[in-house]
Each structure stands twice: as C-alpha cells, then as structure tokens.
C-alpha cells in the first residue's frame, strides 16, 4: 500500500517544475541515499534497530516539503477501506432467507455503531446458498475498529460465532503467503542475566552518580568532590534532544526521532525502548511504573510498526507501562487556552499542557484536565475512567495531586488527594477545592473574590497547600498576593491566610519535609524602566507551638535583591535562593533556616533560625540543582538559554566552591537521584547521633585521599621536570656533536657570531636612555564668577 | 607589574619584535607603520614608512643593523635601523605574511600568501652586509613552494639546519634550506585549525605553535615530536618562551568577528602564563580590549610585550615576584645542583 503511495510520489516529483529548480539533489529512490546515513551513527550509538527504517524515512521526508503535492496526488486507500470489515462464522442460508439473516445480523452490528442494510453485503454462490461471510461498512473508521474488537468471538447463535476482522488485516495477513501455513514454535532466548539496576548504590565511599550533556556527547560520572570526576560512561549521540532520570534515579532516559530508550545497570545498556515517533516531552510517574511520552505530531502508525497499533494513530500522548514497554493508552493532547492578547499584539501561541497527566503519590491514580471543564482520572494499571465518567468541574483551570498519601483526621479510608481551582465566572466566586479519589467527594472548599491568577503549592508531604492568589483591586490596576494555607492533616482541613505581602509573589517554595518556606515578591516596575523591579525575598516558619506548628509568621525579609529561584535542599533545611536566566545579575545567596547559633531578638518564638551562610556568582547561570544528599549543589550555565560561558559549577551546601568546569556546548548536569532510605526511623536517629564519631572517620578518610592526591601531583612533576631536563641534555650533546661535525663555533647561532656583527670597539661606555618625567607640582582649582 | 601603553598605532598591530639587546621594540601594524620604540620607557624612536599596504610581519638581524618587514603590498622591504632609510624592496606576486632572519643573520625566509593562482610559497633570501647595504641580491636564493597546505608562519631552526613551518591545516614542517625538500610534515594541531604563530626556544632545539585550535604546543626542533601541549579555552594568536624562566606566554581571545557574541566582561583577552614544564597554567595579564595579536619576549627575559587587535603595545618589566616564583620541584633540583 504504501509502496505504490510512494511510487505515485515519486513520478510526481518528476513533473513538478517547482521541485527541479532545487539546486539540491532529489534522491527518488528511496533505499539507497539514505542508508549510508543510518550506518555513519558510532557503534556506542543507541540503534533503535528494533525499529523499521520506515521512521527514519519520514525524517528525511520533512526536509523536502512535498505536502502540496501530496495532498494533490496521493490516493487515499486505506481511508477509503478503513469503514469495512468482515464477518466471517456465519450460517450458510439460502438465498431467500438471506434478508432475515442480515437483519438479524444488523442488530448486532449497530449496538456497536451505524450501519444499514445496504451496507452488508453477503455474497451468494452458484448454488444459490450465502458463502457464511459478509462485508459491513461503517459509517466512520472508528466504528469498524469497535465492531472488530467487541464483536469479535461473539456468538450469534449456539452452532455460530462470529470473526469478526477489518478487511485491510485480511488484506494484509489474510493473501497467500503471507502468513506461513505451518507453525514454527518460536525460539526461546536462552536466560541471559541482567545487570543490577541499583548497583550505583553500592559504592563504598557512598558517591552519588550524575549525568552531564554537553555538545553532543552524553556522560555519567561519579562525583568525586574537588577532585576530577571518575567517568562512567561517556557516549556520543547518545541522545537527540535531552536525557532525564527516573525518579527514583534507576533508568536514564534518552529522546531520539524514533523515540524514548531507557538506559540502566552497572555499565549503562538498554533497557526498554518506547517508539513514540518524533517524542517531544516526556515524564516518569513518581514509582517509575509508567511514562508518559508526547509529540506534537500526531503518531502515524505504520505498516510492521511492531509495538503501536491502530489504536494509536492520530494520538499525541502515549501512557506507557515501563516494564512490559507496551502502551497502556493513547490520547489526543489538550492544549491550554492561550493566554489573553494584550490588545494589539499578535495572539500568544497556545500552550501545551505538561505535564498532561498528573500521577497520584502512590501511582494508583493518573489524572488529566480539559481546562474550563473537566477532570478525568484514570485507574491503574488498566488505565480506565474512574467511574467511567469525567469529573465536571466548571471551569477548571488547574489541579494538582497530593505528593504523598496523607491520613486526614478522622478518615479511615483509602484515598488520594487533588486540588483544583476555578476562576470567578459571572457573579459566583472563583473556587479553591479538594478532592477525595476513589469517591470523587469534594471534601474542602473556599470561595475566593478579585482573583487573577492562583498557583497550587502542595508541601511535600501533602501536610500543606498553599494556595497562592493573585488578587487585583477593584479597578485592576494594582495586584497583591494572599497565600491561602490549607492544613491537610488537621481537623476539618483548617485554612490560615497569610496577607502580609503586599506584593506579587512571583515564586514559593515549601521547605521538602518541612513548614517553612520562601517567597519572593516583585515589587511594581517603574513605569518604561528598562530594568526589571527588584525583588524582595521573604522566609516564613511557624510559630513554635508544642507538637503541631503554629501560625506562619514572616521571620525576615531580604529586600532590593534580583531574585528569582527558590532551590530548598531535598533535606530542607538549608535554601539557595538565586537569580537565573537573567543578563545582568547572577547571585545565589546560601541560607540556613537552622543556624547554630544566637537568635536574632523578636524572632526567638519562630522555628527558625535564619542566617545568611554565603552568596557567590556563576557568570550566566541558569539552573541551580541540588544533589538527593543535600551535600552539593551544582549551579550550571546551559547553551540551551545562552551561548556565554557555558559550564558547571559544583558548590558544598554552604556555598564553598568546589569546582568550577567551563565546557564547551553544555547543555544538561542531572543528579542521578536516589530511591529513599531504607533505614527506619529509629536507624536514622541513632545515626544522627553518633554524627560525631563518623565525620571524625570520614575527615581522616578525605585527608587521606588529600594527601594521596598531593603525593601523586608532586611525583608528576618531578618526573616531568627530570625527563624535560635529559631531554635538554641530550639535545645540547647532539647539537655539540653537530657543530663540531660541521666546524661550526660553539656560539655559532648568537649574534656575536653574526654576519652584521659590529667590531668590538673598546670602552663605549654604557648608553644612556633619557626618559623625562613629567610630575605635578601643585593643582589649583579656581572658581569664577 | 605596571605596563608602558604604547599607542603610535591606528589600527590592530600584526607583530612586535625586540632587538637581540632588548633595548629596542618594533611593531608593526595594519596602519602601514613600522615603528621602533625604546623598550625601557616606551618612547617612539621613529618610523618606517613606505608600505602601502598592511605591514604583517617584522624582524630584526641579529645585530640590529637591518630590519626586515612584509606587508600586504606584496613587498619586503629592507631597512637600515639606524636612519630609516629603505635599502631594497623585493616584489612577490602575492601578500607576505612572514619574515625571519637566519641566526646568522645571512638569509632571510618569507613566507608569502596563496592567492589568485599562486601557490603559498616560503622564499629565501640572501642578506649582504657590506658597506652598501643596498647591494642585495635581486632574485630568492631558493623559493620553497608549499603545494598541500600553505604556510602561515616559519622560522630556522638551531645551526639553521631547518626551516620549520606551521600551515593552515594545522600542521607542521620541516623543509631543507639548501635543496628546499621537505624533510618531514606532521599533523601537530587539529586538523585545520590555523597555526598563527612559531616561536623559537633561545637555543633554537625547540619551538612553540600556537593555533585557531586554541591549544598551544611545544615541539622538538630536530624531529618535530610534541614535547608539551597547553590547552586554553581561547582560539591562540600568538605564543612565545620566556628566556630566563620556564615559562611560555601565550595570547589569543575570540575573534574580532564573533565578538559581540560573547560576553565583553571576560572576552579573554588575556596573555596566559603558562609553566612549560609542568604544563600548568601559572597566571594572567589582563589589559587588551581586544584578541591578543603577537607577543615577544625580551632577550634578556626581563620583559615582555604584547600587541593587540586593539591597536596597542603593552610593554611590562617583570617584578620580582615573577623571577621569584619556582616550583617545590624546582626549588629542590636547584639545591641538589648547588650541592654538587
């Protein structure tokens, strides 16, 4: 079929005026020009051999834009066949009776779509009798697709039971060998054990792994602080677009044309592969369970596609089971309504939404919005409709998933939690609720007035949400942030509002684990000011209050800063807090929420204690990421914003440089994160205790490799300068050998020996070089008039 | 170490060179200007004017009687120091983009430029020094004719038993200077990036390239085998080696053209000092706003000068600190020596 597509293609081309005026080449044939291409990739390149060469095909077909002639001349047949099917099982009748069993059959036929009595067409032989099969059409594709698969193996009656196939599957499996007559067993792969998909825990001195993308080459290193990092792996063209970490950091993942590899184990090989053409975005569900992969292009399933079906043709969003690496469902994307045009200006693009699907803390659930409608949550693992209905939410405009499956008081039963928010539409108020799944019960709302914009912050643990409203006055020309803060765990989900910034808060951020958190508000821009308004940084911490925490109070605020990145340690505690992607200032300031040390006065009822550790610089920094360890922090400068002073450097959780890496093309530094602790409450605690005893051992450890280090340094440089210095010797012995040879003078080269050598004329006297000073005397400033 | 702004030129400077005394500094530039200028003080001595094109190369005999430049105007021209006076003009058919003169002082190569059909060549030039000095030979003793990859830069070796010459692929050679055979030819930087710049070692058994590859490297005269490499993260200009001490100076900075695409607060303009043992990088001098074109070292390695795209000339007299500085290493092999 899509053989003779191309051929028609092909003779077009030749007639086409437009495309012979191309100074390029047109290759028509297909096979050939394109293969040397495939095979120029390096052997450690990922192969997507799994794969048909009809992917590649495609994107070498996108830089020759023939879509006016394709649209011209291509013959649509499968379109045109894609509404038949065929029933095969059926009674053989005479042809009188042929009627009564069509009807009886169309009743079946239209409990799964529409269809008419002319539209079944059941051939009769020669001996007048039907041949037990029949043709339907339907009235669209997807109609034929439902009959094949819910009335497939139905039985019509107790001697019949119906098969029910798409012609084109007969077309294509059903001709003459094309499917071999005899059954091969299939060969069984004789056991091959795989590696250990967590052995990067195992290192003995505990370093964490990271993974670093820069041109085109893509390496994992072990951190080894100050000193060079020890490479893994490092591999060119190993990916096309990005690499991303697992969650729980056990698979990388590559992005290519043809689609998603997983990479994992000791030495980094394939894992799983999900060909989702022209992928885009993809995203881990928290338990690495199942990714979710994206395109903008509508996947276009092809003939030998081994792993998509039909099923997934048109779709956007695939939701893939890792470790089967079938699709679980596809999906047409969504798109964000695009932001309101600012009279005069060309309407903003619109956005797409991602991530698409938003996963439960505990992977159970998978959720997707249709903004300004509805909600749909889909189950695990069979990815079906929660109640098989959406949830309607009239005006819906984002929600988000609890990070962790909280116990609210006095609820005994499983749940999961949701947030969502709805704007003001007509006089009623704009919404913040919270969603109980399974029962889909809206167990909390608050109505909320003059609202423009509202974020959803969910503290890790899902003890918080911070609700964060943008309001605007009356006459919409001033704007403020209220925060809203939800208390999940405590009785009836109470609500405290936090109005002391006056300001628009422009990011937040809640300590991981924790009950404090950071936010940054912008004060009003100076109306045709070139420069951006300063931001002012605010840290909040609750009250000391017993057991529960207490009231959030503000505990300071850092004014006139250029702020606008909250990085809290995944331990909490310590804070970065910097300003990225911006042109003139590049700070990041290192703060400690807990220092040991005397309290600043009036702050001493707060569970804070705020200190200031150190601010440094990195020239054009764009992403600041924190080790899972809490102990690093590695500010880097990607060529992706900018092409200045590209590079990484790697900082202590107090703000000491450790290293600075300027590379060439840098494009990505991930931490390769860790899965969590399997040491229990009581473990962690005594190791907390004896922190003493161990930071004494670890010190005498790093003083060793210091010194080893030191040692080896010292002996590269004394073998270095030795052979510097034979190699001097030996060179002037055959140069002495050389002039004698040839009779030349032993300063043969100077400029005494020279052809424009003056005689030696005695007693000259030394030269003497005149330079004349000139000094300030006096300086005198009169003022006339 | 405060340095002496020489600012005679009007536009980016292409070489500077001091006399075997050192007291002297020439320097050419695209203005069509050689000037000479006292090293102590930075006071202009005089010009040579007569160019009509971008002067680009410079050097100076041995006993500074003769200055030696190429320019754009496919000339060389000889010049007596003392009164500036030009005593010869040899025409090329194409632009010379180097000159040197033999240890001796009795030949003098140049390099011209692979243009409108004619091949990059290195000619050799017999020097007279009697008491005409006008009275030079009319026609290149020998013309070297570079075929592969023409040369950009050249200079001869100790004994002048070579001509060495780094090549726009990136490669270096060694040519014969009495038949004009090419010895050897090795691929010493990336392939393609431009040697710029071919500085000899006092003893003239080793020299520095510096290349587009932004990596500098040091090479045994007599086999060409790299001896050290010192990678920067700027394209190189200019490379040379201290006398003295053990260190080379090395100088580059992005090209004019893609300037304004880097960041103007760190566009490395910096000369680079760099241990040549040890191989690592030992300091900075800051102070051109533009790519560093062409650096020289004092004879007497007492100070050094550097030429920018900015049109100026920066001479700085080393401090003590600078003399000062030694590795442990160094330190210990000094002791062992003064033991013995």
């Given at each position: 079929?899509?053989?003779?597509?191309?051929?028609?293609?092909?003779?077009?081309?030749?007639?086409?005026?437009?495309?012979?005026?191309?100074?390029?080449?047109?290759?028509?044939c297909s096979g050939t020009y394109r293969r040397p291409r495939y095979s120029q990739i390096p052997i450690m390149a990922p192969s997507f051999d799994t794969l048909s060469e009809q992917d590649l095909h495609e994107e070498e077909e996108e830089e020759i834009d023939f879509s006016d002639l394709k649209a011209e001349y291509e013959v649509q047949m499968e379109e045109g066949l894609d509404t038949f099917i065929v029933i095969d099982g059926l009674p053989v009748v005479p042809e009188d009776s042929r009627q009564k069993l069509v009807k009886f059959l169309l009743r079946k036929l239209n409990s799964v779509g529409s269809t008419s009595e002319d539209a079944v067409f059941m051939p009769v032989n020669d001996k007048k009798m039907t041949e037990g099969f029949a043709f339907v059409e339907y009235e669209t594709p997807e109609q034929a697709v439902a009959a094949v698969k819910q009335l497939h193996g139905v039985p019509l009656d107790k001697k019949h039971t119906l098969a029910v196939n798409k012609l084109m599957d007969i077309e294509r499996y059903g001709r003459e060998g094309r499917v071999d007559e005899e059954y091969k067993a299939p060969t069984l792969e004789p056991f091959k054990e795989k590696e250990h998909l967590r052995s990067w825990m195992g290192d003995a001195n505990a370093r964490d792994q990271f993974a670093l993308y820069r041109n085109d080459k893509v390496g994992?290193?072990?951190?080894?602080?100050?000193?060079?990092?020890?490479?893994?792996?490092?591999?060119?063209?190993?990916?096309?677009?990005?690499?991303?970490?697992?969650?729980?950091?056990?698979?990388?993942?590559?992005?290519?044309?043809?689609?998603?590899?997983?990479?994992?184990?000791?030495?980094?090989?394939?894992?799983?592969?999900?060909?989702?053409?022209?992928?885009?975005?993809?995203?881990?569900?928290?338990?690495?369970?199942?990714?979710?992969?994206?395109?903008?292009?509508?996947?276009?399933?092809?003939?030998?596609?081994?792993?998509?079906?039909?099923?997934?043709?048109?779709?956007?969003?695939?939701?893939?089971?890792?470790?089967?690496?079938?699709?679980?469902?596809?999906?047409?994307?969504?798109?964000?309504?695009?932001?309101?045009?600012?009279?005069?200006?060309?309407?903003?693009?619109?956005?797409?939404?991602?991530?698409?699907?938003?996963?439960?803390?505990?992977?159970?659930?998978?959720?997707?919005?249709?903004?300004?409608?509805?909600?749909?949550?889909?189950?695990?693992?069979?990815?079906?409709?929660?109640?098989?209905?959406?949830?309607?939410?009239?005006?819906?405009?984002?929600?988000?998933?609890?990070?962790?499956?909280?116990?609210?008081?006095?609820?005994?039963?499983?749940?999961?939690?949701?947030?969502?928010?709805?704007?003001?539409?007509?006089?009623?108020?704009?919404?913040?609720?919270?969603?109980?799944?399974?029962?889909?019960?809206?167990?909390?709302?608050?109505?909320?007035?003059?609202?423009?914009?509202?974020?959803?912050?969910?503290?890790?643990?899902?003890?918080?949400?911070?609700?964060?409203?943008?309001?605007?006055?009356?006459?919409?020309?001033?704007?403020?942030?209220?925060?809203?803060?939800?208390?999940?765990?405590?009785?009836?989900?109470?609500?405290?509002?936090?109005?002391?910034?006056?300001?628009?808060?422009?990011?937040?951020?809640?300590?991981?684990?924790?009950?404090?958190?950071?936010?940054?508000?912008?004060?009003?821009?100076?109306?045709?000011?070139?420069?951006?308004?300063?931001?002012?940084?605010?840290?909040?911490?609750?009250?000391?209050?017993?057991?529960?925490?207490?009231?959030?109070?503000?505990?300071?605020?850092?004014?006139?800063?250029?702020?606008?990145?909250?990085?809290?340690?995944?331990?909490?505690?310590?804070?970065?807090?910097?300003?990225?992607?911006?042109?003139?200032?590049?700070?990041?300031?290192?703060?400690?929420?807990?220092?040991?040390?005397?309290?600043?006065?009036?702050?001493?009822?707060?569970?804070?204690?705020?200190?200031?550790?150190?601010?440094?610089?990195?020239?054009?920094?764009?992403?600041?990421?924190?080790?899972?360890?809490?102990?690093?922090?590695?500010?880097?400068?990607?060529?992706?914003?900018?092409?200045?002073?590209?590079?990484?450097?790697?900082?202590?959780?107090?703000?000491?440089?450790?290293?600075?890496?300027?590379?060439?093309?840098?494009?990505?530094?991930?931490?390769?994160?860790?899965?969590?602790?399997?040491?229990?409450?009581?473990?962690?605690?005594?190791?907390?205790?004896?922190?003493?005893?161990?930071?004494?051992?670890?010190?005498?450890?790093?003083?060793?490799?210091?010194?080893?280090?030191?040692?080896?340094?010292?002996?590269?440089?004394?073998?270095?300068?030795?052979?510097?210095?034979?190699?001097?010797?030996?060179?002037?012995?055959?140069?002495?050998?050389?002039?004698?040879?040839?009779?030349?003078?032993?300063?043969?080269?100077?400029?005494?020996?020279?052809?424009?050598?003056?005689?030696?004329?005695?007693?000259?006297?030394?030269?003497?070089?005149?330079?004349?000073?000139?000094?300030?005397?006096?300086?005198?400033?009169?003022?006339?008039? | 170490?405060?340095?002496?702004?020489?600012?005679?030129?009007?536009?980016?400077?292409?070489?500077?060179?001091?006399?075997?005394?050192?007291?002297?500094?020439?320097?050419?530039?695209?203005?069509?200007?050689?000037?000479?200028?006292?090293?102590?003080?930075?006071?202009?001595?005089?010009?040579?004017?007569?160019?009509?094109?971008?002067?680009?190369?410079?050097?100076?005999?041995?006993?500074?009687?003769?200055?030696?430049?190429?320019?754009?105007?496919?000339?060389?021209?000889?010049?007596?120091?003392?009164?500036?006076?030009?005593?010869?003009?040899?025409?090329?058919?194409?632009?010379?983009?180097?000159?040197?003169?033999?240890?001796?002082?009795?030949?003098?190569?140049?390099?011209?430029?692979?243009?409108?059909?004619?091949?990059?060549?290195?000619?050799?030039?017999?020097?007279?020094?009697?008491?005409?000095?006008?009275?030079?030979?009319?026609?290149?003793?020998?013309?070297?004719?570079?075929?592969?990859?023409?040369?950009?830069?050249?200079?001869?070796?100790?004994?002048?038993?070579?001509?060495?010459?780094?090549?726009?692929?990136?490669?270096?050679?060694?040519?014969?200077?009495?038949?004009?055979?090419?010895?050897?030819?090795?691929?010493?930087?990336?392939?393609?990036?431009?040697?710029?710049?071919?500085?000899?070692?006092?003893?003239?058994?080793?020299?520095?390239?510096?290349?587009?590859?932004?990596?500098?490297?040091?090479?045994?005269?007599?086999?060409?085998?790299?001896?050290?490499?010192?990678?920067?993260?700027?394209?190189?200009?200019?490379?040379?080696?201290?006398?003295?001490?053990?260190?080379?100076?090395?100088?580059?900075?992005?090209?004019?053209?893609?300037?304004?695409?880097?960041?103007?607060?760190?566009?490395?303009?910096?000369?680079?000092?760099?241990?040549?043992?040890?191989?690592?990088?030992?300091?900075?001098?800051?102070?051109?706003?533009?790519?560093?074109?062409?650096?020289?070292?004092?004879?007497?390695?007492?100070?050094?000068?550097?030429?920018?795209?900015?049109?100026?000339?920066?001479?700085?007299?080393?401090?003590?600190?600078?003399?000062?500085?030694?590795?442990?290493?160094?330190?210990?092999?000094?002791?062992?020596?003064?033991?013995?």
């Amino acid at each position: 079929m899509s053989v003779r597509t191309k051929n028609c293609l092909a003779s077009a081309i030749c007639f086409c005026p437009k495309i012979q005026q191309r100074t390029t080449p047109i290759y028509l044939c297909s096979g050939t020009y394109r293969r040397p291409r495939y095979s120029q990739i390096p052997i450690m390149a990922p192969s997507f051999d799994t794969l048909s060469e009809q992917d590649l095909h495609e994107e070498e077909e996108e830089e020759i834009d023939f879509s006016d002639l394709k649209a011209e001349y291509e013959v649509q047949m499968e379109e045109g066949l894609d509404t038949f099917i065929v029933i095969d099982g059926l009674p053989v009748v005479p042809e009188d009776s042929r009627q009564k069993l069509v009807k009886f059959l169309l009743r079946k036929l239209n409990s799964v779509g529409s269809t008419s009595e002319d539209a079944v067409f059941m051939p009769v032989n020669d001996k007048k009798m039907t041949e037990g099969f029949a043709f339907v059409e339907y009235e669209t594709p997807e109609q034929a697709v439902a009959a094949v698969k819910q009335l497939h193996g139905v039985p019509l009656d107790k001697k019949h039971t119906l098969a029910v196939n798409k012609l084109m599957d007969i077309e294509r499996y059903g001709r003459e060998g094309r499917v071999d007559e005899e059954y091969k067993a299939p060969t069984l792969e004789p056991f091959k054990e795989k590696e250990h998909l967590r052995s990067w825990m195992g290192d003995a001195n505990a370093r964490d792994q990271f993974a670093l993308y820069r041109n085109d080459k893509v390496g994992v290193f072990w951190n080894n602080k100050t000193n060079t990092p020890e490479n893994v792996v490092d591999r060119a063209h190993w990916t096309q677009l990005f690499v991303q970490w697992s969650p729980k950091g056990t698979f990388l993942a590559s992005v290519h044309p043809q689609g998603v590899q997983l990479w994992g184990g000791e030495s980094f090989s394939k894992q799983k592969q999900f060909p989702h053409p022209f992928v885009q975005l993809i995203e881990f569900s928290p338990l690495e369970g199942y990714l979710t992969t994206w395109s903008a292009r509508p996947i276009q399933v092809e003939e030998g596609q081994p792993v998509l079906t039909y099923e997934e043709d048109g779709k956007n969003i695939i939701v893939w089971d890792i470790e089967t690496g079938k699709p679980l469902r596809s999906f047409v994307s969504h798109d964000l309504a695009a932001p309101v045009a600012i009279d005069g200006d060309v309407a903003p693009k619109k956005k797409v939404q991602w991530p698409a699907f938003k996963w439960s803390a505990d992977e159970k659930y998978v959720a997707r919005m249709l903004q300004g409608q509805s909600i749909s949550v889909y189950e695990l693992p069979n990815m079906n409709l929660l109640g098989r209905t959406s949830i309607k939410i009239d005006g819906v405009m984002d929600f988000e998933w609890s990070p962790a499956t909280v116990i609210r008081e006095g609820v005994k039963q499983y749940e999961q939690l949701l947030c969502f928010w709805t704007p003001e539409i007509g006089s009623n108020p704009a919404r913040v609720g919270m969603m109980s799944v399974p029962t889909k019960e809206i167990v909390r709302t608050r109505n909320l007035f003059n609202v423009s914009d509202v974020k959803l912050h969910w503290q890790s643990q899902g003890a918080y949400v911070c609700v964060k409203v943008d309001r605007h006055s009356k006459s919409k020309k001033s704007m403020a942030t209220n925060l809203e803060i939800f208390r999940v765990r405590e009785k009836g989900v109470p609500v405290e509002v936090v109005d002391s910034l006056k300001d628009t808060v422009i990011n937040f951020a809640w300590e991981p684990n924790g009950s404090r958190f950071v936010a940054i508000t912008n004060g009003e821009a100076a109306q045709g000011a070139a420069v951006a308004p300063k931001t002012a940084v605010s840290f909040f911490a609750p009250e000391k209050k017993g057991h529960q925490a207490g009231n959030f109070k503000l505990v300071r605020t850092v004014d006139k800063k250029n702020s606008n990145g909250i990085y809290w340690s995944p331990k909490g505690r310590f804070v970065v807090v910097a300003t990225v992607h911006s042109q003139t200032s590049f700070d990041m300031d290192f703060w400690d929420m807990d220092f040991e040390g005397e309290k600043v006065d009036g702050e001493n009822n707060l569970a804070a204690n705020l200190q200031l550790m150190k601010t440094s610089e990195h020239y054009g920094v764009t992403d600041i990421d924190w080790d899972s360890t809490g102990r690093y922090v590695v500010s880097s400068a990607s060529v992706w914003t900018h092409s200045m002073e590209n590079g990484w450097n790697m900082h202590t959780f107090s703000g000491t440089t450790l290293s600075e890496n300027p590379t060439e093309k840098f494009k990505q530094f991930l931490w390769r994160p860790r899965p969590a602790t399997l040491l229990s409450k009581e473990e962690q605690k005594q190791v907390r205790k004896n922190l003493r005893e161990y930071s004494k051992e670890f010190d005498e450890e790093d003083k060793y490799a210091v010194d080893i280090a030191n040692t080896a340094v010292v002996e590269t440089r004394k073998r270095v300068l030795s052979e510097w210095l034979a190699w001097l010797r030996r060179e002037k012995e055959l140069l002495a050998e050389e002039k004698e040879v040839l009779g030349f003078a032993e300063d043969a080269d100077s400029p005494k020996a020279a052809l424009d050598a003056r005689p030696v004329v005695e007693d000259q006297g030394d030269s003497v070089v005149e330079e004349i000073v000139e000094e300030i005397i006096e300086e005198t400033e009169e003022v006339i008039g | 170490m405060r340095p002496i702004l020489l600012s005679g030129h009007e536009r980016s400077l292409t070489q500077i060179k001091f006399n075997s005394d050192g007291d002297l500094l020439f320097s050419t530039s695209k203005d069509k200007i050689v000037c000479a200028w006292w090293s102590a003080n930075g006071e202009r001595l005089g010009t040579y004017s007569g160019h009509q094109g971008a002067v680009w190369t410079v050097d100076v005999s041995p006993n500074t009687t003769l200055l030696a430049t190429g320019s754009a105007d496919n000339t060389v021209r000889l010049w007596n120091i003392k009164t500036g006076e030009c005593v010869k003009v040899w025409d090329f058919p194409t632009a010379v983009k180097r000159v040197a003169f033999s240890p001796d002082g009795g030949r003098l190569l140049a390099v011209t430029e692979k243009r409108m059909g004619f091949l990059g060549t290195i000619a050799v030039l017999d020097i007279n020094y009697g008491e005409n000095l006008t009275e030079q030979a009319a026609e290149p003793s020998l013309v070297i004719t570079c075929e592969d990859s023409k040369a950009t830069v050249a200079q001869w070796s100790f004994l002048a038993k070579y001509i060495l010459a780094g090549h726009e692929d990136g490669s270096v050679s060694q040519y014969d200077p009495k038949t004009g055979d090419i010895v050897e030819n090795i691929q010493i930087h990336e392939f393609d990036s431009a040697i710029t710049d071919l500085q000899m070692s006092p003893d003239r058994l080793s020299f520095i390239t510096a290349s587009k590859d932004k990596s500098a490297k040091l090479i045994s005269a007599r086999n060409l085998a790299i001896l050290k490499t010192y990678t920067t993260d700027t394209p190189l200009n200019t490379a040379s080696i201290t006398p003295k001490k053990s260190f080379v100076i090395l100088g580059g900075g992005q090209a004019a053209m893609d300037v304004t695409t880097t960041s103007a607060r760190q566009g490395k303009f910096e000369a680079r000092f760099w241990h040549s043992v040890v191989g690592e990088e030992v300091g900075r001098v800051k102070g051109h706003f533009g790519p560093l074109n062409t650096i020289d070292v004092h004879p007497a390695g007492t100070a050094y000068a550097s030429g920018g795209e900015d049109g100026y000339v920066r001479v700085h007299h080393f401090d003590k600190s600078y003399f000062d500085f030694l590795y442990e290493v160094e330190r210990e092999h000094l002791r062992e020596q003064a033991r013995k």
